[in-house]
């Protein structure tokens, strides 16, 4: 099976402006979840979503939000960007098949806020 | 609050050696315990993981101890090799359905040195 799969890889967007970014699960697999990792705070939990709906949700403002589509595939926004969002995000996802805990990485898109 | 501190926070050995990485949690909840392995500009991957029904965990080189009384878990990496060369992870969550919220350690950077 392919891993996730996350685009684009890298973007460099100014403050203020919003972005998207894309994640792919793996084939099966009903539950995505976003991460947010920089040097000073780590890995951090954005939000969890399960056939179509937001299950779970991290710290974070109301700046950062997402969505899942029929087919898992899910969508994460950032609004009014700042540099602190500079980071690399990370969408995971996993499937009661395979232990519901089990969470596969995919590679990140790393995000420069100037 | 962080919910799972690890130590060191870098750790430098030499090839053959036996780096050993802490971690501590405080939620007496959590009952699933991955350690993650990240390469420089990769997401993190999946290592190995325990729940507190056992002490002790291996799978080839990478061996875990869970100790439930102490709250604490740690990840041994026998005959360290320079290819191991990379951020560490542990992780802690609750393993029943809709709570897919990893919380993560800080990480620990090794270096194994030829």
């Known amino acids: 099976k392919a891993g996730v799969t996350q685009t684009p890889r890298y973007l460099i967007k100014t403050r203020g402006q919003q972005v998207t970014l894309s994640c792919s699960p793996i084939s099966g697999h009903r539950s995505v979840s976003w991460y947010q990792q920089t040097p000073g705070q780590g890995l951090q939990f954005l939000f969890e979503y399960f056939s179509e709906t937001q299950r779970n949700k991290g710290n974070f403002p109301g700046r950062f939000s997402g969505r899942q589509f029929s087919n898992s595939r899910s969508e994460m926004n950032v609004s009014t960007l700042e540099l602190g969002d500079s980071a690399l995000y990370l969408c995971?996802?996993?499937?009661?098949?395979?232990?519901?805990?089990?969470?596969?990485f995919g590679p990140g898109t790393r995000l420069l806020v100037l | 609050q962080q919910q799972v501190k690890q130590s060191p926070q870098s750790l430098i050995v030499q090839k053959g050696g036996i780096p050993i990485i802490n971690c501590a949690y405080e939620n007496t909840a959590f009952d699933y315990f991955p350690w993650y392995q990240q390469f420089p500009g990769k997401g993190p991957a999946l290592l190995i993981a325990?729940?507190?029904?056992?002490s002790e965990k291996k799978e080839g080189r990478f061996t875990i101890s869970f100790n439930k009384s102490a709250k604490q878990f740690s990840l041994h990496i026998m005959d360290s090799q320079p290819g191991d060369s990379a951020t560490y992870f542990c992780a802690a969550s609750r393993s029943f359905a809709g709570s897919e919220k990893l919380v993560f350690g800080k990480g620990t950077k090794l270096t194994v040195n030829p």
């Open positions: 325990i729940r507190p029904d056992v």
């Open positions: 995971a996802s996993s499937s009661p098949e395979a232990g519901a805990e089990t969470q596969y």
